[in-house]
Structures are given as C-alpha cells and as structure tokens.
C-alpha cells in the first residue's frame, strides 16, 4: 500500500498543490498524495495559474488541482500531514486530536517554505526550488 502523504497551505493555491505533484512524480508508485488548505478560499479552483506554469516547466503537472479544504477525513486518511510553514501546522494543531497530531510534520525541516502569494515569477520559482529541496526528508520513509 503506498504511503499516503497530505500537504496543507494556507489557501491550497500555490505551496500544497505542488510539493503533492513533487512528490508523487518523485515518490512514484510508493506514494500517494493530497494536497489541501486550512482556509475556504479557493475551494474547487485550480491551482495559481503562475504556479502551473513554473510547476510545469520543472516537469511538475498541477493542472489537474482543485482546491479543497482540510477535513477530518483527509486528516484520518494521511499517513503523515505536511504542513507548508509553521502558521499552518499551529492551525492544523488546532484541528487534530493526539492520534492525529502525530501525524504533522513541517515540510521543511525548521523553516517555512516561502509563500509565493501575490509576488513575482521568481518567487513562484523559488517555491519549486525549496519545494523539490525538501522533498526526500518525505520520500526517504515512503
């Protein structure tokens, strides 16, 4: 059974959409990947249109993303929750109980992975760079 990774940003438009993609392209048949948000902004959209684009360049196909937000049953179906920066692992604190708590990680390893938010082409690809970079903390275990 592959292991079943949930990645979780603030809005589900730009940081967990891309490090799922980037790790189940990376992770392969070991992994299967979520990826969700702790707010109701963009459910059912896609992902940042910037996002798919520089996502894409990098080999990464976000096209398929729909927005939605985190639940106690994407929460119970994760083997392990990675959230994108340290505000969203505080908020997704406040929604699991021990067993599920358990289960959070950061994605990176004592740091936020940038939120490329209303900001330049670059940070979007900046975001891919620290995305992929963290990515065999995840994949190592799978």
Not at 71 to 99: F, G, Y
Request: a negative charge; one cysteine or more.
């Amino acid at each position: 059974m592959p292991r079943r990774i949930l990645t979780v940003c603030k809005g589900g438009y730009c940081r967990a959409p891309l490090a799922a993609a980037v790790l189940a392209k990376l992770g392969g048949p070991a992994v299967e990947t979520r990826a969700a948000a702790v707010r109701d902004w963009h459910i059912g959209e896609g992902a940042h249109p910037t996002m798919i684009e520089v996502a894409g360049e990098r080999g990464y196909d976000l096209t398929g993303h729909r927005g939605v937000q985190i639940d106690p049953d994407l929460l119970a179906w994760a083997d392990v929750i990675l959230a994108m920066d340290s505000a969203v692992l505080a908020a997704l604190r406040e929604l699991t109980d021990d067993d599920t708590s358990a289960k959070l990680r950061l994605y990176l390893d004592g740091q936020d992975v940038p939120d490329p938010w209303k900001q330049p082409r670059e940070a979007f690809a900046a975001c891919v760079a620290s995305v992929e970079s963290g990515a065999d903390r995840h994949l190592g275990a799978a």
